[in-house]
């Protein structure tokens, strides 16, 4: 079945810094991307997704980009705060019958 | 709305205890899913329910988890008999087309098998 990767397993960065998160998936079938965070002690939440007729996808200061050929995906995050602090978690599915693998996640944390 | 509700936020076990955990998704949403997050393992999938079908049941956790989902406004899983290593976060999480979309996640009930 799918297998989901993420790398870096955790990092920490200085305020303003940028970071890549890294994710890879084993099925070719894959069509629907989601990334997910998880602040400490909240609840995961949804922040941008891409789907694979899509190269790359903005939202502020989130910017996916997907590799169809390389199953690869990476999520950079720019001027990072200490609020972005958190566990990120990379997401596939095929399609809308079956459910999303999820990663291993990336923890993130940044220090001012 | 409220968005996915979840009962208890803890729990307490002694081994071979049963224990019933309480979900509630967003409404008008027709996916449920249930998953383990431990450190280790990340997350696992248990149960996944497309309009109140079971359609994956999470293979490895067959024999003591049982999820249900009596309406389309409430599931529960239980775990019986419970054992240490059951020992993690149980989140529920709800969407409106399963792997196509967004899910929205519960604040998870924390379970500590003794």
């Known amino acids: 079945g799918e297998q989901v990767e993420q790398l870096p397993s955790s990092l920490i960065v200085q305020e303003g810094a940028s970071v890549l998160i890294n994710c890879s998936y084993t099925d070719s079938a894959s069509v629907y991307f989601p990334w997910y965070k998880q602040e400490p002690g909240k609840r995961l939440q949804f922040i941008i997704d891409?789907?694979?007729?899509?190269e790359r996808k903005q939202n502020q200061r989130l910017t996916l980009l997907f590799d169809k050929k390389t199953k690869h995906l990476s999520l950079h995050i720019t001027a990072t705060q200490p609020g972005d602090s958190a566990i990120y978690f990379c997401?596939?599915?095929?399609?809308?019958?079956?459910?999303?693998?999820f990663g291993t996640g990336t923890k993130l944390q940044v220090v001012p | 709305d409220a968005g996915v509700t979840q009962t208890p936020r803890h729990e307490v076990a002694e081994k071979g205890q049963t224990i019933i955990l309480k979900c509630e998704p967003v409404?008008?949403?027709?996916?449920l899913f249930w998953y383990r997050q431990t450190k280790i393992q990340g997350l696992e999938l248990l149960s996944y329910f497309r309009s109140k079908s079971l359609m994956e049941d999470g293979g490895a956790f067959k024999d003591r988890f049982k999820a249900e989902m009596l309406n389309s406004s409430f599931s529960t899983l239980k775990i019986q008999p419970t054992e240490p290593k059951d020992s993690a976060v149980y989140l529920c999480?709800?969407?409106?087309?399963?792997?196509?979309?967004?899910?929205?996640f519960g604040p998870g009930t924390r379970l500590l098998v003794l």
């Open positions: 409404s008008g949403h027709n996916d």
């Open positions: 997401s596939a599915s095929i399609n809308s019958g079956t459910y999303q693998r």
């Open positions: 891409i789907r694979s007729n899509m």
């Open positions: 999480a709800s969407s409106q087309l399963g792997g196509q979309d967004t899910q929205y």
